[in-house]
C-alpha cells in the first residue's frame, strides 16, 4: 500500500506541521477532551511515555523513532561528537521511561544505530537520516497493521458482530490499529461491522478509547461492560471476537489483557471464533508456553479509587490486579499476523511463519 502525508498525520504521534516537535493526543484526557501536545524536550518525551499519554507498544515504538530526530534537531549545531555523545545519552533516558516497553527501546537504538553507521557524515546529514528514519519507522508501522487488516477481513462477512477486548486500534499503532484493522480496513472499503467493545476494567481502555476511535470513524460501535459478553454472544449478535496481543508463546498460548481468557472461553462455549491480531514480531520462540510469560501486577487504586469521587472499597481490603492473563491455546482459533493466518496445531505452523523471510 502506499502511505501519504496524511497517514501520518492521522496517527496519535507524528511530526507537527514544522516538522520542529513530536505531536501527541494525550490519552490520558480522552475521551472526554482532545488535548494536543507538541513536545520538543527529552524531559516532556520522558513524560508522556512514564504517564501513558502516548501508550501501545508500536505507537510508543513510533513516538521513540520521531522523538530521537526531533532531539537530533535541537543539537544540530553541536560538533560532530557532541552530537553522538548527547544523542546517546537523551536514547537511554528515553528508554528508563519504561525500560520494559520493547519497542521503546528498538526504535531509539535504531536511531542510534544509523548515526553509528554513518559516522564519516556531518552532523545536519545525520538529522536528515534520523528524520527519514522516523517517517520509516511510522510507515512500516501502518503497512504491518494494512497486512493484518487484510487478512483479518478474510475471516468475517459484512454486518458481523465483532467483540473486542481493551484498545489496540489506532491510538496504541497507527491509523489500522491490530485488532481493530479488519474493521477499520473494512470501513474504508465499504465493509460495515458491528463492534461491541468491551470497557476493559480496570483501566477502562475499551470504554475510553477503543469505542472512542470507533465512533470517530463512523462505525457501528456498542459499548458493553466486561460482564455482559456472555448475554451479547448468547443472544447470536456475536460472530467473531477479534483481541490484541502482547506476547505470543511458542505453543500459540498468549498474553493479553486482563479479561482476555474469560472472552476466549465464553467464545468457545459458544461457538463463536476466537482470533488474536498481532505483528509477527510479538511471537516469542524462546518462550515454550503461557506458564512462562511473567504477569505483571499493578497498583491496587486502579480497582479502590482511580475512576471514583470516594473509594470503592474499604482502605484495608485486599485487592489483586494483574495487568495481563494468557488464554489457553486450546481456546484459539487462529492467530493473524502481518505474515499470514496461523492455524492449529500452534506448535509446528508458528515455526513455519517465523522461518520465512
Known amino acids: 500500500?502506499?502511505?501519504?502525508?496524511?497517514?501520518?498525520?492521522?496517527?496519535?504521534?507524528?511530526?507537527?506541521?514544522?516538522?520542529?516537535?513530536?505531536?501527541?493526543?494525550?490519552?490520558?484526557?480522552?475521551?472526554?477532551?482532545?488535548?494536543?501536545?507538541?513536545?520538543?524536550?527529552?524531559?516532556?518525551?520522558?513524560?508522556?511515555?512514564?504517564?501513558?499519554?502516548?501508550?501501545?507498544?508500536?505507537?510508543?515504538?513510533?513516538?521513540?523513532?520521531?522523538?530521537?530526530?526531533?532531539?537530533?534537531?535541537?543539537?544540530?549545531?553541536?560538533?560532530?561528537?557532541?552530537?553522538?555523545?548527547?544523542?546517546?545519552?537523551?536514547?537511554?533516558?528515553?528508554?528508563?521511561?519504561?525500560?520494559?516497553?520493547?519497542?521503546?527501546?528498538?526504535?531509539?537504538?535504531?536511531?542510534?544505530?544509523?548515526?553509528?553507521?554513518?559516522?564519516?557524515?556531518?552532523?545536519?546529514?545525520?538529522?536528515?537520516?534520523?528524520h527519514d528514519e522516523s517517517i520509516a519507522i511510522h510507515k512500516e508501522d501502518i503497512e504491518m497493521c494494512y497486512r493484518i487488516g487484510e487478512y483479518g477481513l478474510t475471516l468475517v462477512k459484512p454486518g458481523d458482530g465483532i467483540l473486542t477486548h481493551c484498545n489496540a486500534g489506532p491510538l496504541a499503532t497507527s491509523k489500522y490499529g491490530t485488532a481493530t484493522a479488519p474493521v477499520f480496513l473494512g470501513k474504508e472499503r465499504g465493509i460495515d461491522f458491528h463492534v461491541f467493545s468491551d470497557e476493559t476494567r480496570p483501566l477502562l481502555q475499551g470504554a475510553r478509547l477503543t469505542s472512542y476511535e470507533l465512533q470517530k470513524a463512523g462505525i457501528d460501535v456498542t459499548l458493553i461492560c466486561d460482564n455482559m459478553a456472555s448475554i451479547v454472544m448468547k443472544q447470536g449478535k456475536v460472530q467473531a471476537v477479534f483481541v490484541g496481543c502482547d506476547r505470543i508463546a511458542a505453543n500459540g498460548d498468549f498474553a493479553n489483557k486482563i479479561g482476555t481468557s474469560g472472552v476466549a472461553i465464553l467464545a468457545k462455549y459458544y461457538g463463536i471464533p476466537f482470533y488474536t491480531l498481532g505483528p509477527r514480531s510479538t511471537i516469542d520462540m524462546n518462550c515454550p508456553t503461557g506458564d512462562d510469560i511473567v504477569i505483571e501486577q499493578r497498583n491496587p487504586d486502579e480497582i479502590k479509587t482511580m475512576w471514583y469521587k470516594e473509594p470503592m472499597a474499604l482502605n484495608e481490603v485486599k485487592c489483586y490486579n494483574p495487568s495481563f492473563d494468557v488464554t489457553d491455546h486450546s481456546l484459539v482459533t487462529a492467530i493473524v499476523t502481518d505474515k499470514g493466518i496461523v492455524r492449529p496445531p500452534f506448535d509446528v505452523n508458528l515455526k513455519k511463519i517465523m522461518s520465512e523471510v
Open 1 to 130: 500500500m502506499e502511505v501519504t502525508k496524511e497517514d501520518l498525520k492521522n496517527s496519535s504521534s507524528h511530526l507537527n506541521d514544522a516538522e520542529t516537535a513530536v505531536e501527541i493526543i494525550d490519552q490520558t484526557k480522552l475521551p472526554n477532551r482532545e488535548v494536543y501536545m507538541d513536545l520538543t524536550k527529552k524531559e516532556e518525551m520522558y513524560d508522556a511515555i512514564k504517564t501513558l499519554a502516548v501508550r501501545g507498544a508500536p505507537a510508543i515504538g513510533i513516538f521513540a523513532g520521531y522523538s530521537m530526530y526531533v532531539l537530533a534537531l535541537g543539537k544540530k549545531n553541536e560538533d560532530k561528537e557532541t552530537f553522538i555523545n548527547e544523542m546517546r545519552t537523551d536514547g537511554e533516558y528515553l528508554i528508563s521511561s519504561r525500560p520494559t516497553a520493547v519497542n521503546l527501546s528498538w526504535a531509539v537504538k535504531r536511531q542510534l544505530s544509523l548515526i553509528e553507521k554513518n559516522r564519516d557524515k556531518s552532523v545536519a546529514e545525520l538529522v536528515t537520516l534520523l
